[in-house]
């Protein structure tokens, strides 16, 4: 259960000694392995991939900006080469040998995906163009048939305004009303207030982000997703940074429904996936109709085809689904919680010599282990405009802005904030060049 | 190519002076035109307001948020176009938007005066829009000024 004095404890804590921060904290989730994994052979690894390997305004790329989108590994670029090359047809329409191939490559991409879900029956995995349209598939299918005036949908002020702006849609045209719970100072999730708002009997559904992308926080998922059951509700989790930076189970995690992308994990852009369970997919109307998605159509009526077609209207994006098989293929074999281990290593080795520099404002939790790989800061009065041009200057990318959380900024008190994150691929001595890079903005900005 | 010349010119002395003590910043109690833009790409902000008498620019003042560029751009822009003729004031927004896409005659002008110290921002694509907000702000003010379209 929610501890009450947690976050009053971590902030003395935090202002006490950093480093100690070791108060009875509920686990993040998923639980970081018990077992240490062995550390990642990064040298070997970043060799998978080509774009790392530039100059970028004379200085070799350091790529800080996986949270936006992660670097592609040669074996997802050849597999989708592969796939035109050899096997490019329509799916699940043509007698043909090579509709034959390209459906079972597409077909089997999503038994892939299931399996790294933990998800035993495929045709619970809808592909889309990616979390977004996950996410506004669930709000307006299954909140046009569930919700009504008087229900609630809870939300965190931590969302993607991809897990915001469908709500606020979905809830406008049917009169439901939206929950927010707050963020402490230490970018945790306010959880006593999950059981205040589930109290009231009203919500439906929450929809929760498992990893901030702007703070890096590991939300305690499976914990959340106890109560939103024990209150009858449903949960859709926003697995955008969860699936690509943390281990996933969906079942483990006690999700409902879990949307991700397959451009944040190694895969192309405009593919992604929305989980949910069969019962729950079984009973939502159509969100887009067209080819595919049918079974008989008259000229007033139609009948759906069913699951996982019923969600997948007109010609899918073919070699995306196979280039995203093939990235959860390559992060497997890495070890997802070997990279998680990975990040935190380099969080807790940026923050402290982050937290030597003057001036410097750090966001998210005290301690590496409570975050994926995101360090979110201010530095000086440096708008993080210009912290990104000098260090680009540099050839180190960040991200600098409200990453898609203005509701986060506005707890923060700011408009932006830096943000550099980590992946697979990235090593300490790209976080010494950030460094580095922040004494030249230290020095311009004097 | 980036170089730690263009950077350093990029942020110049009097580019953070006008960053860190804006010109004419604040509100107008009284104004004939009050316009609000918004980047939304970077969320840089500016709201703008002119007096203008006379087809003169008789006073104005801003608000905003963001980068060094954006709002030491709309300060220096203040600056300049206070006191001036609104025809002066769009001829000096015009060679300024031309100076920002590498024009070197443009980047030359005298009357340009603190706003030639951003001439190296022609150099950062990325950053031109930024300090062309406070303009595209002018304009739109200049328009609101100017009263209802007639219709001509
Ligand atoms: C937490 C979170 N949710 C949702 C999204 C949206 O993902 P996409 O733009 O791939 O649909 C992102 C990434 O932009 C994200 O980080």
């Known amino acids: 259960m929610g501890n009450p004095d947690r976050v009053d404890a971590l902030a003395s804590t935090a202002i006490s000694s950093p480093a100690s921060g070791q108060v009875a904290n509920p686990r993040p989730d998923p639980v970081p392995p018990l077992d240490p994994v062995p550390p990642l052979d990064v040298e070997r690894l970043r060799?998978?991939?080509?774009?790392?390997?530039?100059?970028?305004?004379?200085?070799?790329?350091?790529?800080?900006?996986?949270?936006?989108?992660?670097?592609?590994?040669?074996?997802?670029?050849?597999?989708?080469?592969?796939?035109?090359?050899?096997?490019?047809?329509?799916?699940?329409?043509?007698?043909?040998?090579?509709?034959?191939?390209?459906?079972?490559?597409?077909?089997?991409?999503?038994?892939?995906?299931?399996?790294?879900?933990?998800?035993?029956?495929?045709?619970?995995?809808?592909?889309?163009?990616?979390?977004?349209?996950?996410?506004?598939?669930?709000?307006?299918?299954?909140?046009?048939?569930?919700?009504?005036?008087?229900?609630?949908?809870?939300?965190?002020?931590?969302?993607?305004?991809?897990?915001?702006?469908?709500?606020?849609?979905?809830?406008?045209?049917?009169?439901?009303?939206?929950?927010?719970?707050?963020?402490?100072?230490?970018?945790?999730?306010?959880?006593?207030?999950?059981?205040?708002?589930?109290?009231?009997?009203?919500?439906?559904?929450?929809?929760?982000?498992?990893?901030?992308?702007?703070?890096?926080?590991?939300?305690?998922?499976?914990?959340?997703?106890?109560?939103?059951?024990?209150?009858?509700?449903?949960?859709?989790?926003?697995?955008?940074?969860?699936?690509?930076?943390?281990?996933?189970?969906?079942?483990?995690?006690?999700?409902?429904?879990?949307?991700?992308?397959?451009?944040?994990?190694?895969?192309p852009t405009g593919i992604g996936v929305l989980w949910g369970r069969r019962e729950l997919l079984e009973a939502m109307p159509p969100y887009m109709g067209g080819g595919e998605m049918i079974s008989l159509v008259e000229r007033d009526m139609s009948t759906w085809a069913p699951l996982p077609h019923t969600f997948e209207a007109g010609t899918p994006n073919i070699a995306g689904a196979i280039g995203m098989a093939a990235a959860v293929d390559y992060l497997e074999g890495v070890g997802p919680a070997a990279i998680l281990a990975h990040e935190q290593s380099l969080v807790a080795y940026a923050l402290a010599q982050l937290r030597e520099l003057p001036g410097i404002r750090l966001f998210g939790p005290e301690e590496a282990s409570d975050r994926a790989g995101v360090v979110s800061f201010l530095l000086g009065d440096a708008h993080p405009h210009d912290i990104s041009t000098i260090l680009d200057a540099e050839g180190v990318a960040i991200r600098a802005g409200h990453h898609c959380t203005q509701l986060l900024m506005r707890r923060y008190g700011v408009a932006a904030t830096a943000r550099a994150s980590f992946y697979l691929y990235n090593t300490r001595e790209e976080v010494d060049r950030l460094v580095r890079s922040l004494e030249t903005v230290r020095t311009l900005f004097a | 190519m980036t170089t730690d010349v263009q950077l350093s010119s990029l942020y110049q002395h009097l580019i953070l002076d006008h960053y860190r003590k804006p010109r004419n910043k604040g509100e107008l109690q009284e104004a004939t035109a009050d316009v609000h833009m918004r980047n939304p790409t970077c969320g840089d902000e500016i709201r703008l307001q002119l007096q203008v008498e006379d087809g003169v620019i008789s006073d104005v003042r801003f608000q905003g948020e963001g980068c060094s560029i954006s709002q030491a751009a709309a300060s220096m822009m203040t600056a300049l176009v206070k006191g001036a003729p609104v025809a002066d004031a769009l001829g000096i927004a015009s060679r300024f938007t031309a100076m920002m896409h590498g024009d070197p005659e443009a980047a030359g002008d005298r009357t340009l005066k603190d706003l030639r110290a951003l001439a190296g921002v022609a150099r950062f694509p990325v950053r031109v829009k930024c300090a062309l907000l406070g303009f595209d702000a002018l304009q739109e003010a200049v328009k609101q000024a100017a009263g209802p379209d007639t219709g001509t």
């Open chain 1, 47 to 267: 060799k998978d991939f080509p774009a790392l390997h530039q100059e970028v305004n004379g200085h070799p790329l350091v790529y800080l900006d996986n949270a936006a989108t992660s670097q592609k590994p040669v074996q997802v670029l050849d597999a989708i080469r592969g796939y035109y090359e050899a096997d490019n047809a329509n799916v699940h329409r043509g007698i043909h040998e090579l509709s034959r191939r390209a459906t079972e490559a597409y077909e089997g991409a999503r038994q892939r995906v299931a399996r790294f879900l933990g998800v035993e029956d495929p045709a619970e995995v809808i592909w889309t163009r990616g979390t977004t349209e996950g996410i506004n598939l669930v709000a307006a299918s299954w909140g046009s048939a569930n919700l009504g005036p008087g229900d609630e949908i809870l939300l965190s002020d931590m969302e993607h305004h991809s897990n915001l702006v469908p709500w606020q849609l979905i809830a406008r045209r049917t009169g439901a009303a939206l929950r927010f719970l707050d963020v402490t100072d230490q970018g945790t999730l306010r959880l006593e207030q999950v059981d205040e708002i589930l109290a009231g009997g009203r919500v439906r559904l929450a929809a929760l982000t498992q990893v901030s992308n702007a703070l890096g926080t590991l939300n305690p998922i499976r914990e959340i997703a106890d109560r939103v059951h024990a209150a009858g509700a449903l949960l859709l989790v926003d697995g955008a940074q969860g699936a690509a930076h943390a281990p996933v189970d969906v079942h483990a995690l006690g999700a409902d429904f879990y949307a991700f992308s397959g451009h944040k994990l190694c895969g």
